[in-house]
């Protein structure tokens, strides 16, 4: 997978052993950046060329930007929604009978409990899956109680849920020591996802970064 940036000739490998830096400290060009990625992700237009197998492919299948990693939401609409399906696909196949069972015990209960008021009431016969996990308020939960255990378990789930390739953080090593952005970098390896790191100030290099520096003079600086 690549990620280029024509204007300046930028060519991102996206590659899971390797982490791309991208720094801008020029401002105005620094939200350019963003205001692009962003745009791109939501499923517009932009300056970036995200490929795979020299095939140009849309950013908003695979991609992900997060401006703040205290806002990521395990369960926001678009997780909740693939996971309920997955878990209601699985229920269709596996637990059939099961189904039907617990849909006749509820409907009974309901029949019974609406003959109890003086209101003329109707109501649906046929419960889906979905509908029993929103009653129960089943969830995600992330694998530790840490804030890295947050990031990567969002990161883990929206790549297994959504199917998303390629993480966008902005200014993410202002979050974290570097032992911590080491075993973020060595988990999303393992779970075979690649990361972008867009940062507006020029950070310290460590072990399994490729930096792409643009200066305020917008000159190019690579580091590797």
């Not at 991102?12 to 060009?29: A, F, I, P, Y």
């Not at 950013?59 to 369960?75: A, E, H, Q, R």
């Not at 009431?121 to 089943?138: E, F, P, Q, R």
């Amino acid at each position: 997978m690549k990620l280029v940036y024509p204007e300046f000739d930028i060519i991102l490998d996206m590659e899971t052993d390797k982490v791309n830096v991208l720094t801008s400290e020029n401002r105005k060009l620094f939200a350019n950046l963003l205001g692009d990625l962003n745009e791109q992700v939501l499923g517009g237009e932009g300056e970036f060329i995200l490929s795979e197998g020299c095939k140009p492919i849309s950013m908003s299948k695979v991609t992900d930007i997060i401006f703040n990693p205290y806002s990521v939401d395990l369960n926001d609409r678009k997780i909740q929604t693939r996971l309920y399906k997955e878990i209601a696909d699985i229920a269709n196949t596996n637990m059939f009978k099961e189904q039907g069972d617990i849909n006749e015990v509820l409907t009974d209960y309901v029949e019974k409990l609406i003959q109890l008021v003086p209101y003329n009431l109707d109501y649906s016969a046929d419960i889906c899956v979905s509908d029993l996990l929103k009653l129960y308020g089943v969830k995600l939960l992330p694998y530790g109680s840490g804030f890295l255990d947050r990031i990567l378990s969002y990161i883990k789930i929206m790549h297994q849920l959504a199917g998303i390739k390629l993480f966008i953080f902005v200014n993410l090593k202002q979050y974290f020591e570097e032992k911590d952005l080491s075993e973020l970098y060595k988990e999303c390896a393992y779970e075979h996802v690649n990361l972008l790191i867009v940062e507006g100030e020029e950070t310290a290099p460590i072990e399994g970064e490729n930096h792409w520096i643009i200066d305020k003079d917008l000159c190019i600086i690579r580091d590797e």
